[in-house]
Antibody, heavy 120, light 106 residues
Protein backbone atom coordinates (compact mmCIF):
# COMPACT_ATOMS: atom_id res chain seq x y z
CA UNK A 1 0.00 0.00 0.00
CA UNK A 2 1.42 3.35 -1.05
CA UNK A 3 1.71 5.77 1.87
CA UNK A 4 3.15 9.23 2.31
CA UNK A 5 3.47 10.15 5.99
CA UNK A 6 4.37 13.71 6.90
CA UNK A 7 5.88 15.19 10.03
CA UNK A 8 3.74 16.97 12.60
CA UNK A 9 2.51 20.53 12.91
CA UNK A 10 5.02 23.29 13.58
CA UNK A 11 4.76 26.67 15.30
CA UNK A 12 7.64 28.98 14.44
CA UNK A 13 8.63 32.63 14.67
CA UNK A 14 9.46 34.86 11.71
CA UNK A 15 13.10 34.40 10.80
CA UNK A 16 13.27 30.84 12.12
CA UNK A 17 14.44 27.93 10.02
CA UNK A 18 12.38 24.80 9.50
CA UNK A 19 12.59 21.40 7.83
CA UNK A 20 9.49 19.23 7.40
CA UNK A 21 9.46 15.68 6.09
CA UNK A 22 7.50 13.24 3.97
CA UNK A 23 8.26 9.51 4.31
CA UNK A 24 7.28 7.28 1.41
CA UNK A 25 6.48 3.58 1.58
CA UNK A 26 4.80 0.87 -0.47
CA UNK A 27 6.45 1.66 -3.80
CA UNK A 28 9.86 2.19 -5.38
CA UNK A 29 10.88 5.54 -3.88
CA UNK A 30 13.50 6.35 -6.52
CA UNK A 31 11.15 5.65 -9.44
CA UNK A 32 8.63 8.43 -8.80
CA UNK A 33 8.90 12.19 -8.44
CA UNK A 34 7.58 13.75 -5.21
CA UNK A 35 5.81 17.11 -5.27
CA UNK A 36 5.13 19.69 -2.59
CA UNK A 37 1.86 21.61 -2.68
CA UNK A 38 0.84 24.47 -0.40
CA UNK A 39 -2.59 25.48 0.87
CA UNK A 40 -3.06 28.67 2.83
CA UNK A 41 -5.93 28.00 5.27
CA UNK A 42 -9.25 28.60 3.54
CA UNK A 43 -7.58 29.04 0.15
CA UNK A 44 -6.66 26.96 -2.89
CA UNK A 45 -3.74 24.71 -3.84
CA UNK A 46 -0.37 25.99 -5.08
CA UNK A 47 2.51 23.95 -6.47
CA UNK A 48 5.90 24.69 -4.87
CA UNK A 49 8.38 22.22 -6.32
CA UNK A 50 8.98 18.63 -7.38
CA UNK A 51 12.01 16.40 -6.82
CA UNK A 52 13.18 13.17 -8.43
CA UNK A 53 14.59 11.11 -5.55
CA UNK A 54 16.96 9.06 -7.67
CA UNK A 55 19.19 12.02 -8.58
CA UNK A 56 17.65 14.89 -6.55
CA UNK A 57 16.71 16.78 -9.72
CA UNK A 58 14.41 19.61 -8.58
CA UNK A 59 11.92 21.62 -10.60
CA UNK A 60 10.44 24.65 -8.86
CA UNK A 61 7.56 26.99 -9.39
CA UNK A 62 8.90 30.46 -10.26
CA UNK A 63 6.68 31.81 -7.47
CA UNK A 64 8.58 29.85 -4.82
CA UNK A 65 12.05 29.43 -6.33
CA UNK A 66 14.70 30.48 -3.84
CA UNK A 67 12.25 30.49 -0.92
CA UNK A 68 12.30 26.77 -0.21
CA UNK A 69 14.83 23.95 -0.55
CA UNK A 70 13.94 20.34 -1.28
CA UNK A 71 16.19 17.45 -0.33
CA UNK A 72 16.01 13.68 -0.29
CA UNK A 73 17.34 10.84 1.87
CA UNK A 74 17.18 7.70 -0.26
CA UNK A 75 18.15 5.46 2.65
CA UNK A 76 15.01 6.36 4.58
CA UNK A 77 12.80 7.12 1.54
CA UNK A 78 12.17 10.58 2.94
CA UNK A 79 11.77 13.90 1.18
CA UNK A 80 12.29 17.20 2.97
CA UNK A 81 11.06 20.77 2.49
CA UNK A 82 13.18 23.43 4.15
CA UNK A 83 13.08 27.15 4.84
CA UNK A 84 16.03 29.23 6.04
CA UNK A 85 14.07 32.29 7.13
CA UNK A 86 10.35 31.86 7.64
CA UNK A 87 7.86 34.67 7.08
CA UNK A 88 4.33 35.03 8.39
CA UNK A 89 3.16 34.56 4.80
CA UNK A 90 4.59 31.00 4.86
CA UNK A 91 1.74 30.00 7.21
CA UNK A 92 -0.03 27.20 5.37
CA UNK A 93 -0.65 23.47 5.17
CA UNK A 94 2.07 21.78 3.13
CA UNK A 95 1.29 18.53 1.35
CA UNK A 96 3.63 16.11 -0.32
CA UNK A 97 2.11 14.12 -3.16
CA UNK A 98 3.22 11.56 -5.72
CA UNK A 99 2.81 12.17 -9.45
CA UNK A 100 1.50 9.00 -11.05
CA UNK A 101 4.19 8.86 -13.74
CA UNK A 102 6.78 11.31 -14.92
CA UNK A 103 7.35 14.75 -13.51
CA UNK A 104 4.09 16.41 -14.55
CA UNK A 105 1.26 14.00 -13.98
CA UNK A 106 -1.84 13.73 -11.88
CA UNK A 107 -1.24 13.25 -8.17
CA UNK A 108 -2.45 9.83 -7.12
CA UNK A 109 -1.25 9.70 -3.52
CA UNK A 110 -1.02 12.50 -0.95
CA UNK A 111 0.46 12.90 2.50
CA UNK A 112 -1.83 14.00 5.32
CA UNK A 113 -0.39 17.52 5.34
CA UNK A 114 1.81 19.48 7.74
CA UNK A 115 0.45 22.73 9.19
CA UNK A 116 3.16 25.35 9.49
CA UNK A 117 2.24 28.41 11.56
CA UNK A 118 4.62 31.37 11.56
CA UNK A 119 3.74 33.95 14.17
CA UNK A 120 5.56 36.26 16.51
CA UNK B 1 1.99 30.16 -17.16
CA UNK B 2 -1.29 28.39 -17.82
CA UNK B 3 -4.15 29.84 -15.82
CA UNK B 4 -7.10 27.69 -14.75
CA UNK B 5 -10.45 29.37 -14.20
CA UNK B 6 -12.91 27.24 -12.27
CA UNK B 7 -16.62 28.03 -11.92
CA UNK B 8 -18.70 28.44 -9.96
CA UNK B 9 -16.68 29.20 -6.83
CA UNK B 10 -19.49 27.73 -4.76
CA UNK B 11 -22.86 26.16 -5.26
CA UNK B 12 -25.74 24.92 -3.15
CA UNK B 13 -27.41 21.69 -4.13
CA UNK B 14 -29.65 18.99 -2.71
CA UNK B 15 -29.08 15.27 -2.40
CA UNK B 16 -29.96 13.69 -5.72
CA UNK B 17 -29.18 16.78 -7.80
CA UNK B 18 -26.99 16.68 -10.88
CA UNK B 19 -24.01 18.98 -10.37
CA UNK B 20 -21.62 20.32 -12.99
CA UNK B 21 -18.38 22.20 -12.35
CA UNK B 22 -16.40 23.83 -15.15
CA UNK B 23 -12.71 24.50 -15.56
CA UNK B 24 -11.23 26.61 -18.38
CA UNK B 25 -7.55 26.68 -19.29
CA UNK B 26 -5.89 29.80 -20.68
CA UNK B 27 -4.40 27.67 -23.47
CA UNK B 28 -4.83 24.12 -24.71
CA UNK B 29 -3.80 21.41 -22.28
CA UNK B 30 -5.04 18.51 -24.42
CA UNK B 31 -6.57 16.15 -21.84
CA UNK B 32 -3.93 16.64 -19.16
CA UNK B 33 -6.40 17.55 -16.45
CA UNK B 34 -7.31 16.00 -13.11
CA UNK B 35 -10.08 16.61 -10.61
CA UNK B 36 -9.72 16.26 -6.84
CA UNK B 37 -12.17 16.28 -3.94
CA UNK B 38 -11.11 17.82 -0.64
CA UNK B 39 -12.97 17.59 2.64
CA UNK B 40 -12.23 19.88 5.61
CA UNK B 41 -9.01 18.96 7.39
CA UNK B 42 -8.09 16.33 4.78
CA UNK B 43 -5.73 16.09 1.84
CA UNK B 44 -7.17 16.26 -1.68
CA UNK B 45 -8.30 12.95 -3.13
CA UNK B 46 -7.95 12.11 -6.83
CA UNK B 47 -11.26 11.55 -8.64
CA UNK B 48 -10.54 11.89 -12.36
CA UNK B 49 -7.32 11.93 -14.41
CA UNK B 50 -6.62 12.59 -18.06
CA UNK B 51 -9.87 14.56 -18.18
CA UNK B 52 -12.26 11.60 -18.20
CA UNK B 53 -10.63 8.60 -16.53
CA UNK B 54 -12.17 7.56 -13.23
CA UNK B 55 -9.64 6.74 -10.52
CA UNK B 56 -10.01 3.26 -9.02
CA UNK B 57 -12.44 3.19 -6.14
CA UNK B 58 -14.21 6.42 -7.08
CA UNK B 59 -17.99 6.05 -7.45
CA UNK B 60 -19.32 6.01 -11.00
CA UNK B 61 -21.61 8.99 -10.32
CA UNK B 62 -18.48 11.10 -10.89
CA UNK B 63 -17.51 11.74 -14.49
CA UNK B 64 -15.24 14.11 -16.36
CA UNK B 65 -15.22 15.39 -19.90
CA UNK B 66 -13.51 17.89 -22.16
CA UNK B 67 -10.30 18.54 -24.00
CA UNK B 68 -8.27 21.53 -25.10
CA UNK B 69 -9.41 24.40 -22.89
CA UNK B 70 -12.87 23.43 -21.55
CA UNK B 71 -13.49 20.72 -18.99
CA UNK B 72 -16.35 19.63 -16.77
CA UNK B 73 -16.77 17.50 -13.69
CA UNK B 74 -20.25 16.07 -13.28
CA UNK B 75 -21.79 14.40 -10.27
CA UNK B 76 -24.84 12.63 -11.63
CA UNK B 77 -26.74 12.29 -8.35
CA UNK B 78 -25.28 14.19 -5.41
CA UNK B 79 -24.84 12.12 -2.26
CA UNK B 80 -24.33 13.32 1.34
CA UNK B 81 -20.65 12.27 1.16
CA UNK B 82 -20.08 14.54 -1.85
CA UNK B 83 -20.38 17.84 -0.01
CA UNK B 84 -16.80 19.07 -0.29
CA UNK B 85 -14.53 21.35 -2.30
CA UNK B 86 -13.45 20.30 -5.79
CA UNK B 87 -10.30 21.39 -7.62
CA UNK B 88 -9.18 21.00 -11.21
CA UNK B 89 -5.47 20.61 -11.92
CA UNK B 90 -3.64 20.97 -15.24
CA UNK B 91 -0.39 19.09 -15.71
CA UNK B 92 0.33 19.76 -19.37
CA UNK B 93 2.83 22.53 -18.74
CA UNK B 94 4.12 22.77 -15.20
CA UNK B 95 1.24 22.58 -12.73
CA UNK B 96 -1.69 24.87 -11.99
CA UNK B 97 -4.79 24.33 -9.90
CA UNK B 98 -8.20 25.92 -10.24
CA UNK B 99 -9.46 28.10 -7.40
CA UNK B 100 -11.86 25.45 -6.15
CA UNK B 101 -15.63 24.94 -6.04
CA UNK B 102 -17.30 24.45 -2.69
CA UNK B 103 -20.40 22.24 -2.93
CA UNK B 104 -22.73 23.00 -0.04
CA UNK B 105 -26.02 21.57 1.15
CA UNK B 106 -29.08 23.48 -0.01
Amino acid sequence: EVQLVQSGAELKKPGDSLKISCKSSGYSFTAHWIAWVRQVPGKGLEWLATVYPDDSDVRSSPSFQGRVTISVDKASATTYLQWNRLRASDTAIYYCARPHSGIFSHLDFWGQGTLVTVSS
Amino acid sequence: DIQMTQSPSSLSASVGDRVTITCRASQSINTRLAWYQQKPGKAPNLLIFKASNLERGVPSRFSGSGSGTEFTLTISSLQPDDFATYYCHQYDSSWTFGQGTKVEIK
